[in-house]
T-cell receptor, first 114, second 116 residues
Framework: GNSVTQMEGPVTLSEEAFLTINCTYTATGYPSLFWYVQYPGEGLQLLLKATKADDKGSNKGFEATYRKETTSFHLEKGSVQVSDSAVYFCALTISSGSARQLTFGSGTQLTVLP | GAVVSQHPSRVICKSGTSVKIECRSLDFQATTMFWYRQFPKQSLMLMATSNEGSKATYEQGVEKDKFLINHASLTLSTLTVTSAHPEDSSFYIC????????????FGAGSRLTVL
């Protein structure tokens, strides 16, 4: 079956620190990979995605590269801000149009201190 | 952008009572809505897919008589946890797909259910 494993939180960083949140996956087939972010009191929002090996998704200073050889999709940001404090979910789907097959990781809580 | 409103955000109830959670698409029509639950430190798990005007499709292991889903209109789906027990305490999240064909999923903020 499909599964997503991401690093457990909570993660606490100082402003302008470098961020890495690890995500690895197992999948039957060729998945598309996603990072979602949930700010306090809001719904999950798509942060970035990659649909094939070696693709790099990027948005708001965050990046993640689809690594097929290591089955990973680690999220990185060079300099975090207080406003980045949120819960981050790694996810995959086999069928690009089917949320039925959207598989999530457990989420990582990030807190950025000023 | 598209917004999905989920209500209530938190609910506490006594064991044996039923609780209804609403999921509304505020500025688009959602032909399909999805319900997830998340236990502490675990993944979001898809419970069921709700299609407007038809019966919901439940994932394996999810009791349809326990978790009643109604999708009576293009903007509203409800999840009713019947005869709730403490083990039903969880975080429930809905998402909606824009029926215009954009194939974008928009998530609600979630509902925290605590059953005493």
């Amino acid at each position: 079956g499909n599964s997503v494993t991401q690093m457990e939180g909570p993660v606490t960083l100082s402003e302008e620190a470098f961020l890495t949140i690890n995500c690895t996956y197992t999948a039957t087939g060729y998945p598309s990979l996603f990072w979602y972010v949930q700010y306090p009191g809001e719904g999950l929002q798509l942060l970035l995605k990659a649909t094939k090996a070696d693709d790099k998704g990027s948005n708001k200073g965050f990046e993640a590269t689809y690594r097929k050889e290591t089955t990973s999709f680690h999220l990185e940001k060079g300099s975090v801000q207080v406003s980045d404090s949120a819960v981050y979910f790694c996810a995959l789907t086999i069928s690009s149009g089917s949320a039925r097959q959207l598989t999530f990781g457990s989420g990582t809580q990030l807190t950025v201190l000023p | 952008g598209a917004v999905v409103s989920q209500h209530p955000s938190r609910v506490i109830c006594k064991s044996g009572t039923s609780v209804k959670i609403e999921c509304r698409s505020l500025d688009f029509q959602a032909t399909t809505m999805f319900w997830y639950r998340q236990f502490p430190k675990q993944s979001l798990m898809l419970m069921a897919t709700s299609n407007e005007g038809s019966k919901a499709t439940y994932e394996q292991g999810v009791e349809k008589d326990k978790f009643l889903i109604n999708h009576a209109s293009l903007t509203l789906s409800t999840l009713t946890v019947t005869s709730a027990h403490p083990e039903d305490s969880s975080f429930y999240i809905c998402s909606a797909r824009d029926g215009s064909g954009a194939n974008v999923l928009t998530f609600g903020a979630g509902s925290r259910l605590t059953v005493l």
